[in-house]
Each structure stands twice: as C-alpha cells, then as structure tokens.
C-alpha cells in the first residue's frame, strides 16, 4: 500500500505469545444466581456479561459462552484457583483445566485493530468494540477468542497448534500496513 499524501507511517502492531497460564474453565447448570452470589462472595466482582470480561487481581474472567467462563490466571495459583472455582461451582456447575487447550497471543500498539480486519470476518474497527469487550470469529480460517485490554491492547487466545501460522499470518500482514488505521 502506498501512502496518501501526508499520512502518517504507523508502527506496525506488535505482538507476541505470553508466556503459558492456567486457563479454567467455569460451567455453570445449575442455579445461576447461587453461582454468581458465591463467585462474587470468593474473587469480589461479579461473573461477566455475555461478550464481556472482567478483572480481579490477577485474575481474567471471559465470557465463552452462555453459562460458561474462562478464568486466566498466573500459573503459580492454578492449584488454589481450581478448588475454589469448585467451591464457587458446587453442585451447580464444573470447573475443568483447558489450560493445554488455548494460548494467547498479546496484540499491541495503536493499530492492532487494524491488523485484526485482515483475514478475518469480524469489525474489530466497531467503537462499540471497547475495553472489556471479548468477541469470539475466525481470522485467516483460524478460530480465535478477542479480549480487548485497551484501547491500544488486545489478548487473543487460540488452539496452540494454530499460535505459530496466527503469528506468521499477522507478521505479513503488519509488514503490508503503511498508514495509521482511521482511529490512529
């Protein structure tokens, strides 16, 4: 792409693998109130919304699904983050380690939004699209989950088999970025 007269070269969007976490999986099918009054008695916020997440000390709580969680958590508290989701849980609900079942991939810098309209089928461009946000599509025949950080950072989280050919998709489209996105 060439760039318009007096438009601005941009940094391309960086991004990287962190390093591995524990990633638990929190289903709910019971009594969801009960749920949701003992998950917010034990980590201090509520459960999410659908399509949002949220924060709690170290934790990330994302909305997967209806009834469904995936808490990120340093690895260090996997253990004690497990046997209290299954306190929180009771007989209402499970909590299962898919912490082999999903990576993530850390987007960053003011155009990573940009990065993301490439091969993908989701308008990651939508205002609406904000922090605390998390959406759920499909980039370059790859399925990714999207958990918008801030404005200028995102962690995507995908099947590990699929984080290299993610990575090296995104690293020939950052090198085909040549002007800020509208946002920048």
Not at 80 to 106: F, N, P, Y
């Amino acid at each position: 792409m060439i760039p318009k007269a007096g438009a601005t070269v941009t940094d391309a969007p960086r991004f990287h693998l962190q390093p591995p976490q524990a990633l638990l999986r929190l289903e709910v099918w019971g009594e969801a109130n009960a749920v949701s009054k003992r998950f917010k008695a034990a980590f201090g916020v509520d459960l999410p919304a659908a399509s949002l997440a949220i924060s709690s000390g170290d934790l990330r709580v994302i909305w997967r699904e209806p009834s469904a969680y995936m808490i990120a958590a340093p690895l260090a508290v996997s253990q004690d983050l497990s046997e209290k989701l299954t306190k929180v849980a009771a007989r209402d609900g499970a909590v299962t380690d898919i912490s082999g079942a999903a990576v993530c991939c850390t987007l960053s810098g003011p155009d990573w939004r940009a990065l993301l309209t490439h091969g993908g089928v989701f308008d990651a461009e939508d205002p609406a699209f904000a922090l605390g946000c998390v959406a759920g599509t499909v980039v370059e025949h790859i399925n990714i989950r999207i958990d918008v950080l801030s404005e200028t950072r995102a962690d995507i989280y995908v099947a590990p088999s699929y984080a290299q050919d993610l990575l090296g998709y995104w690293d020939q489209v950052a090198g085909c970025l040549s002007v800020r996105s509208p946002r920048g």
